[in-house]
């Protein structure tokens, strides 16, 4: 008895340091924090308890309004893009191909990249004059009509008569190897012989690649505003205009610059799948083989249900971190043109920091941590029938 | 693009995925690649949009024969002849301040005049001597039947002729060619002109003047100590080892406890540890702040590093994982010998766990080397400003941003972390393994 | 003891001990290689740090005034340091309980900082030291006060003018004489402000700007004081309601959208994309890009760094018709002495120079006037700034105006200013434009912004008043008296 005590002892004790920072450094700030919300609180007074009068005032805040909605459009494309971009660099970064490695290193170091830097370098990257993005976009659309018809030229076509370009044959010939490759005929052909169905696979995808980029180009060719052709934007930080169109509630394209540049650190999501995926046992993956399926339906059928967990654990980690999204903003755009870069994070910042409300401020961070906990809530039940953790 | 299975993709596939993924990492590395060909530019070059693919990544510069000496210089501007008037150099035959070429009032006045800081009126006092040649333009003419130049100050020196360049309306281009040194590098403003009359210069035609690579990596000196990189670095590093040492010693206890050791609650405590992970910093940061204050803590860097002395949910949960995956049998002979707790998490389980250990130390240092919102609040003297602050007041300087220089101190900045990686790359990535195992 | 349990202890008691001696290191502001004088004096003398916001020739000057004031005397030093951001700074530092025992902040400050408890209040210190109000011009007194006391006294001030480019005029004197203007003088209201800008303006060969008349949102520093001009006010004087959506201000609102939309949205923003930074020689007006601005009483020591011999006017800057002028927005840089300072006396010797002798000093070197009420000897004589006596006179006219001195300022400064930037950005539908040229064409832009603005302008002045009479209310509760 006096051992089993001592050992009860000895297991606090080792907890100790754990258990102070619960109690002083999570529990009370935590607790402290939602007493704040219901008061009016300058930094240098006494907190005044007033009710829910913060909450009530956060109602009516536009731009605590719009600033939930840019952090909600920032992660309704941020993280959906990220994740699904993970997936399939993470997929690609697992083939066996020479350099394996190499590549795996190449993809993560950006995100070795501090934060500082990486504001700093893509607010160099973004500078409408001299940044590398509007270089590389002038010098790939700069000459625009001759880009655009290169693959499809319905101006010359309607001149001369003859618009079949290189490109465009693959306008043509795509469905035709589509249907051949995936259809029945391919089917059948496959049983006879594996690596010609194969390659007639490859080589339809490839096709309608090529398609979809000569749609594209004949698109860009005919309905974008002059903007686009020519792309000398006045910056794409400083540009509070809604999109050429005028799309209402549209974002600046300041915000997309950010989710671009967010794009950009998907390394560390990637490298986890790939960890998760070395994980999948290969006898699956044989099996699938024999029973003759390709690689699309190994990939919904076997390795995303062995990876799903990894994949909630991302989404969850991605939607905390997105809605705590502060250095980038902070250090490019300052909440942007006309509040358009505002997160959360930031606003709650401001109002504490600057306008010295934390009674204010503490109730926009509760705001926040309810949604981060509802969104989690969320994402766990919508994906429980479909996430599959193997073991259990 | 199958998942990784026995056989080989067929060749075509593979040749696709290296094409995808070498255009990918062209993709990623392009920033950080120009970033470094940014910071070995001078700044009119960062500010020059490029004409050719390799004016991108490099630098162009001239060089030029000035006087019989070959000299790095830059094409100040473009001398054109006037219509109907020539052009001169002369040379002045007695001297007079450089400002008097571009003020209309004389030293006596801007001397006392408040406008300008003491490197402006260093550079408007610098003295024009006979040796120097002087290019005449609407401003200062030059009066070639008496020899007399007059200035844009209104005083009149006498000047001789050295060269007339004749009015032409379709003659080649004439450039304005100054001698350039690499100290023009911390210039703020792009063609820093009005008084650089101490380097030698000439009016030189296209032909005698040839295009060269220009690399600087006097940037870097520079861009160090106008960020105080010694100081930001000796503050980083101060706080990194003091929160990987914090961090690995309290992970490793905390988590020693909730895996070897039974105690009422533990379970309930752990999930709860887990739980806190989800707290959004936002939360904590103005109570936490405030509760800093009382302490007296605000302003030191304290708040920096004291708390990973208290564990961290992330690495508590990890270490807790490896530890349970430990064999047992160690531990209980361990036991039965005699030892305390303490000494067998120290002599045996710490040498198991060595790469779960690993991580945690290059995680948190790279944490604390990245962190940026908790310097920002809890920092207010220069001094203490550790890198990524000094980065960042740096760039937000007044007076235009300095993007050479910037670059180079992010390089620099950068680099150490992306070595590290490098040299550690097994335990990262396997950090990394571990951080997916349990969904 | 074994080993380990000695090893951990021995750790502990390290970390303890490097805490503890931590903040002990040097770890100071006053830099030994730029004041070097002060090593002599480290123990003979009070340091005091004073966190600035000026910098280049501005800080050079505020760094002669400390001088001269550490050779008047030898009991206290003072540590001139460029601070960026030091409003921020100094709640965060005086929150934080370490804050340094000189501030110079903004005006706009004085209230928040004051409501809050971040300043110390200087009655005390200035009945000793037998500073009085009159010493001062009332409205800049005024903007340093906050219920009764005062929390800081002006350093440098401000007022603002219209400046004209006079080669621009001269160049287009025809232009102008036909079009009824005298090319010799600026416009005197903002009808014929429009109308010389009109004239003014000139463009390229694609139909871009090349020179405009005037633009509304050069600097852009002001933009929510443009209804002044037409007449309005942002609040209230005598029911010290919020009255961003007074007509007056939509008026004002209106007016500069006509600028916007009268040479193309996208083809402006490309022009103004290509002005340079404030303090070099592609300034917009210094570089003549831009033929009429409103600006600040420093500016000509500026154009004169950049363009010496430009030769520019200042006028006061027109009002709209039938509103009583010269009027000009003033404002002005203080400095304050922290609550929880640790040396608020030594601190306030050094105030209290500064308000006697310094200030001659700081306004000669940044050439600016001075928030005094009586003008020192000598001071106008040669005094670097040309154009002085405009900006004196706009400062004593009866007319000119300072910010509303409301708790939540700041805030709605910041949110009417937005409401110009998103009104100046915003596409007029081109649907009921259609087919309508000339006057037509105009009264219909109006009518469409008319409603935008009127909405905008009313969202904010409702949001603010909901937080000013929040503000109000817990005034009250906490102090138990009526708030302004």
Known sequence: ?392 | MAAASEKKAPWYLRVCIHAILATGAVFFLLPLVWMMATSLKPLSETMKYPETVADIFVGSGHRAAIDGKTYDVVLEREVRPSKEKPTWVVRPLEPFAAGELTHPFGPQTWMKYPVFNQQELGRMNTQVTPEMRVLTDDSNRFDPAAGVLTLVSGRRVKAEAVRRVEPSPEGTKLWLVREWRPEDTDTKEVGATGGEVDRAWDVLPDDRIEKTARVIPQNYPVALARTHFGRSLANTLFLCVMTVAGAVVSSIVVAYGFAFLEFRGRNVLFGVTVATMMIPFAITMIPVYLLYRDLGWVGTFKPLWVTSWFGSAFFIFLLRQFFLGLPKDLLDAARIDGCTDLEILWHVVVPLSRPAIAMVALFTFLGTWKDFMGPLIYLNHQSQFTLSLSLQSFASEHGGTPWHLLMAASTVFSLPLIILFFATMKTFIRGIAMTGIKG | MRPVHFGLAALIVVVFLIGYLEPQVALTDFDPKRDAAFRDTWNTRVHIAYWEKWASFEGEACQKMVEAFNKSQDEVFVHYIQTSQVDRKTVLSTVGGAPPDLVGVWDNNVIPFAEGGALAPLDDFMRESGLTDDHYIPKYLELCRYRGKTYALPTAVMSGALFWNKEHFRRKAADLRAAGLDPDRPPRTIEELDRYAAVLNEFNADGSPGIMGFLPTEPGWWNHAWGYYFGGNLADPKTGRLTADDPANVRAFLWAKRYAEAYGREKLLRFRAGFGTFDSPFNAFIEGKVSMEYQGVWFPMFIRRHRPHMEFGVAPFPCAAGVPGPRSYLEEDVIAIPRGAKHPKEAWKFIYFAQTQGLPILGRLQGKHLALAATPPGFREGHPNLELKVFEDLAAAPHSFIAPRVIVWQEYRDRVARAFEHVWNWPVPEGPLAGLTGAARQAKVDALCREEIEETLHEVTVTMQAKLDRARALDTRRAGRAAP
């Open chain 1, 1 to 392: 008895m006096k051992d089993t005590r001592r050992r009860h002892l000895a297991g606090y004790a080792f907890i100790l340091p754990w258990l102070i920072a619960l109690m002083v450094f999570i529990g009370y700030p935590f607790l402290a924090g939602f007493y704040f919300s219901f008061c009016d609180y300058p930094p240098l007074k006494s907190p005044l308890f007033i009710g829910a009068d913060n909450y009530l005032e956060l109602l009516g805040d536009g731009i605590f309004h719009r600033s939930l909605g840019v952090t909600f459009i920032f992660a309704a494309v941020a993280i959906p893009l990220g994740v699904l971009l993970a997936l399939v660099l993470a997929m690609f970064l697992n083939a066996r191909i020479r350099g394996q490695s190499f590549y795996r290193v190449i993809y993560y170091v950006p995100h070795l990249v501090p934060t500082v830097v990486v504001a700093v370098l893509w607010l160099w990257i973004f500078n409408p004059d001299f940044g590398l993005l509007n270089i590389v976009l002038k010098g790939l659309l700069g000459p625009v009509d001759r880009w655009t018809s290169v693959f499809f030229d319905l101006k010359a076509a309607a001149a001369r008569g003859n618009f079949l370009r290189p490109g465009a044959a693959a306008l043509l010939v795509a469905p035709a190897l589509a249907l051949a490759a995936f259809g029945s005929a391919g089917q059948a052909l496959a049983r006879r012989a594996a690596s010609v169905a194969g390659f007639l696979r490859f080589v339809s995808v490839l096709a309608i690649a090529l398609a979809a980029v000569a749609v594209v180009n004949a698109g860009l060719g005919f309905l974008s505003p002059a903007d686009m052709k020519e792309l000398h934007s006045p910056g794409w930080l400083a540009n509070g205009n809604p999109m050429p169109a005028a799309v209402p509630f549209a974002p600046s394209w300041a915000l997309w610059a950010l989710v671009v540049m967010s794009m950009w650190g998907v390394g560390q999501m990637a490298v986890i799948y790939l960890a998760k995926l070395q994980d999948v046992p290969t006898e699956l993956y044989e099996a699938a083989d024999i029973d003759g399926a390709n690689w699309w339906n190994k990939a919904r059928h076997i390795t995303i249900p062995m990876i799903s967990p990894v994949i909630l654990f991302n989404v969850v980690m991605a939607i905390i971190g997105t809605f705590q999204v502060f250095a980038e903003p902070y250090i490019m755009t300052q909440g942007g043109p006309e509040d358009k870069t505002r997160f959360v994070a930031m606003f709650v910042y401001d109002q504490a920091f600057q306008y010295q409300r934390v009674g204010y401020a503490s109730a926009v961070a509760w705001v926040l941590f309810l949604i981060i906990v509802a969104l989690t809530v969320l994402a766990f039940k919508a994906t429980s029938k479909h996430v599959y953790y193997a073991g259990r």
